[in-house]
T-cell receptor
Framework: GENVEQHPSTLSVQEGDSAVIKCTYS??????FPWYKQELGKGPQLIID?????GEKKDQRIAVTLNKTAKHFSLHITETQPEDSAVYFC????????????FGTGTSLTVIP | DTGVSQDPRHKITKRGQNVTFRCDPI?????LYWYRQTLGQGPEFLTY????????KSRLLSDRFSAERPKGSFSTLEIQRTEQGDSAMYLC???????????????FGAGTRLSVL
């Protein structure tokens, strides 16, 4: 099955700086890659996603890049704010061959004011 | 709030007891998923329903676990003879009907946190 690895496990940045979280996946059949933000005591919330036929997607301060050849994708947050502090999870979906998501182990992001 | 609703939010039980959780998906979402999340880990897939049919089950779903979605709307997850290792957050997610070439977006509830003493 699919194996998703995520790095780093913890990340601290100064407010206003950028944060980058990286994930790799193993199954070349995976074709959909969502990113979720999870705050304490809450369920994961979708913040951005990318499909395998796209190399980059941006939504305001958040962007995701995908390298299908290398099987890795990254989340970029610019101009970080204290409210960006949370745990971020990447995931991969095998698309038509299955319905479940395979999640990374999470990155705890702390934005220092 | 029309998001995915889970009940209860917290459950404390003694080892050996049975527990049942409920999930109400977003209206008109025919696909429903259960995941388990332990501390410091990402969610792990347990099972998937399309309407009332349970189409996928993970090996994590031992014979003490059973999930149902009798009318294709809400779903229940029951754990029999709970063990301390069952302590985790149980998350439910739902998706709208799959359309060709559409993204498989999953919307998550807030989860039920189970503590087995």
């Amino acid at each position: 099955g699919e194996n998703v690895e995520q790095h780093p496990s913890t990340l601290s940045v100064q407010e206003g700086d950028s944060a980058v979280i990286k994930c790799t996946y193993s199954d070349s059949a995976s074709n959909y890659f969502p990113w979720y933000k999870q705050e304490l005591g809450k369920g994961p919330q979708l913040i951005i996603d990318i499909r395998s036929n796209v190399g980059e997607k941006k939504d305001q301060r958040i962007a995701v890049t995908l390298n299908k050849t290398a099987k890795h994708f990254s989340l970029h947050i610019t101009e970080t704010q204290p409210e960006d502090s949370a745990v971020y999870f990447c995931a991969a979906s095998p698309g038509n061959t299955g319905n479940q998501f395979y999640f990374g182990t999470g990155t705890s992001l702390t934005v220092i004011p | 709030d029309t998001g995915v609703s889970q009940d209860p939010r917290h459950k404390i039980t003694k080892r050996g007891q049975n527990v049942t959780f409920r999930c109400d998906p977003i209206s008109e979402h025919n696909r429903l998923y259960w995941y388990r999340q332990t501390l410091g880990q990402g969610p792990e897939f347990l099972t998937y329903f399309q309407n009332e049919a349970q189409l996928e089950k993970s090996r994590l779903l031992s014979d003490r676990f059973s999930a149902e979605r009798p009318k294709g709307s809400f779903s229940t997850l029951e754990i029999q003879r709970t063990e301390q290792g069952d302590s985790a957050m149980y998350l439910c997610a739902s998706s709208p009907p799959r359309v060709r070439e559409a993204k498989n977006i999953q919307y998550f509830g807030a989860g039920t946190r189970l503590s087995v003493l």
